[in-house]
């Protein structure tokens, strides 16, 4: 069955621009998690989504990073006004639910320029 | 301190031989582990899941002490392909979860 997919695979725009990423989890997944992962670094944390219940957004480095989930579904990363720190792998990742395998997608690059 | 640490590496072993490697964790109350595996520029992927009484997964061993709070993961006959990074995941008592910053593994012939 199809995996998580994520888009665009890379991403390179300007400083102070808009980006949004998108992350499509596995169909059936309740479950969904935005990481960030800077090179040669480990993950960190972003947000995540369970169900109907309010995301945990306690990762989120500034309020210029928001997420939303439609419909249980498709999810979008947007960072408003990008700074080069935000230069990172995004990646995103399902799971049936909260405390179960993560199955993670290829990632966006992102390159704040 | 780190909710999960790891020891960075790299761990250089011969092909064939046996390595080693742990992952501590704080929070005395956490519920699941894993141990996920990532390559180069690539994402993490679930190598196995971490059982309270131990699991062995073909070359692979994982155990947890839960006195102790750490989980390790053993690789016996390694392979050149098991070079890689290895993620140490928890999931604490009130269901959030950590990475490890993870072990770097590289295998030589």
């Known amino acids: 069955g199809a995996g998580v997919s994520q888009s665009p695979s890379n991403k390179v725009t300007e400083k102070g621009k808009d980006v949004e990423l998108r992350c499509d989890p596995i169909?059936?997944?309740?479950?969904l998690y935005w990481y960030r992962q800077s090179l040669g670094q480990g993950l960190e944390f972003l947000i995540y989504?369970?169900?109907?219940?309010?995301?945990?957004k306690s990762g989120l480095p500034s309020d210029r990073f928001s997420a939303e989930r439609t419909g249980g579904s498709v999810s979008t990363l947007t960072i408003q006004r990008t700074q080069q720190e935000d230069s990172a792998v995004y990646l995103c990742?399902?799971?049936?639910?909260?405390?179960?395998?993560?199955?993670f997608g290829p990632g966006t690059r992102l390159l704040v320029l | 301190r780190k909710e999960v640490e790891q020891d960075p590496g790299p761990f250089n072993v011969p092909e064939g031989a046996t390595v080693a490697f742990n992952c501590t964790y704080s929070n005395s109350a956490s519920q699941s582990f894993f141990w996920y595996r990532q390559d180069c520029r690539k994402e993490p992927k679930l190598l196995m899941s971490?059982?309270?009484s131990g699991n062995e997964d073909g070359r692979f061993t994982a155990q947890l002490n839960r006195a102790s709070q750490y989980i390790s993961l053993l690789i016996r006959d390694s392979k050149l392909s098991d070079s890689a990074t290895y993620l140490c995941v928890v999931y604490d008592s009130w269901g959030k979860l950590q990475f490890g910053a993870g072990t770097q593994v590289v295998v030589t012939p």
């Open positions: 989504f369970q169900g109907n219940s309010a995301p945990d």
């Open positions: 971490v059982y309270s």
């Open positions: 169909s059936g997944h309740t479950a």
């Open positions: 990742a399902s799971s049936f639910a909260h405390g179960e395998t993560q199955y």
